[in-house]
Nanobody, 127 residues
């Protein structure tokens, strides 16, 4: 079992930055691939970024490439999402997700591939 708790959301002006954190319970954090997803009002939850268990491989949704960076600190059981050059269309509830992977080089980009989810943190970008 893995429990995930996000933090770091808030209100920011367009062009600004935020860093989201997701702290995980458990002693085998590096065995879990992690992802960030977001859900805007009346929209489906969508993929944002993913990172492999060892942190060496990352993958991003096209609209956030070059603006968002996902990274993890396995010693602190925490994954981060650094968000720069924020746009109003980035407004959403952001969720982190985890799934076990015996191969620590794998990452996953589909919502259905994850079985642990945090409660979400609201990000609002004003124009």
């Amino acid at each position: 079992q893995v429990q995930l708790v996000e933090s770091g959301g808030g209100l920011v002006q367009a062009g600004g930055s935020l860093r989201l954190s997701c702290a995980a319970s458990g002693r085998t954090f590096s065995s879990y691939a992690l992802g960030w997803f977001r859900q805007a009002p009346e929209k489906e939850r969508e993929f944002v970024a993913a990172i492999s268990g060892n942190g060496d491989r990352t993958y991003y949704e096209d609209s956030v490439k070059g603006r968002f960076t996902v990274y993890r600190d396995n010693a602190k059981n925490t994954v981060y999402l650094q968000m720069n050059s924020l746009k109003p269309e980035d407004t959403a509830v952001y969720y982190c997700a985890a799934r076990y992977s015996s191969n620590t080089y794998y990452y996953f980009a589909r919502r259905t591939e994850y079985n642990y989810w945090g409660q979400g943190t609201q990000v609002t970008v004003s124009s």
